[in-house]
């Protein structure tokens, strides 16, 4: 029975033996997981969420790298304010909170969501997988989560390989960072080149979020300064 097991018993360096943890999958897979077997519908996506968060707070300031407060993306969705049909795009997307709270603002203001595309990309590995998880447990299976580094290497682009552009962008991406030239792909989208070193990629990710958004777009980022709004053009 699950109770009778140990999940803090260490077997070698992993956390539970592989068959402590098949016991553990097979025991959910008994029960009943589906929307309409709980009080509200997403409670395992808020669920997750929830758990993201208070990792996210154990973590100190590392937890901002993969999540952002949900009242700081509530704001930044209803300033971009999207609709049923757009594509949302999030090239720094973390665990994907931005994405789903756009999703989920389109359905409370009365559209339906079931002609949205998100997409998203996300350098680091761990964190894509939150993201995919978090994404499925969302019931969101359509949404496009690449994993690699956004400034070096976008992963959204067109047919004949030009830059995508999405109807809104949004995103918290990391602060004060390094970047290098080498190896970078579509160097075009930026204007301004600032120095590799000294942590100044900020203007960088401005500027890709700038060039991957449609004429009549919008877009909200938040920066080490404050957040800042592109209002359609």
């Known amino acids: 029975m699950l109770k009778h097991i140990n999940f803090n018993r260490k077997v070698g360096k992993k956390p539970m033996s592989d068959e402590t943890l098949v016991a553990f999958i097979q025991h959910f897979d008994e029960i009943p997981l589906a929307n309409g077997d709980f009080e509200f519908p997403d409670l395992l996506g808020s669920a997750y969420e929830y758990l993201i968060k208070y990792f996210a707070d154990s973590a100190g300031k590392k937890g901002g790298e993969f999540y952002t407060p949900s009242e700081v993306v509530r704001l930044l969705v209803e ?80 047919d004949e390989g030009e ?32 120095p590799e070193s000294g942590k100044k990629a900020d203007l960088m990710f401005v500027q890709h979020m700038v060039a991957s958004l449609k004429a009549n777009g919008r877009m909200a980022v938040v920066m080490p300064h404050g957040w800042r709004v592109i209002p359609q053009r």
């Open 163 to 194: 830059l995508r552009t999405f109807d809104r962008v949004i995103a918290n991406p990391p602060f004060s960072q390094n970047y290098s030239k080498v190896g970078m792909a579509l160097p075009d989208r930026f204007h301004t080149f600032m």
């Open 79 to 158: 300033i971009i304010e999207p609709a049923e049909g757009m594509e949302v795009y999030d090239p720094t997307c973390g665990s994907g909170g931005m994405l789903i709270q756009s999703q989920q603002y389109i359905e409370e203001t009365g559209g339906s969501s079931r002609d949205l595309h998100l997409r998203g990309q996300e350098d680091n590995g761990g964190t894509w997988s939150i993201c995919k998880m978090n994404m499925i447990l969302h019931g969101i299976s359509g949404a496009d989560i690449r994993n690699e580094d956004t400034i070096k290497a976008p992963q959204h682009l067109t």
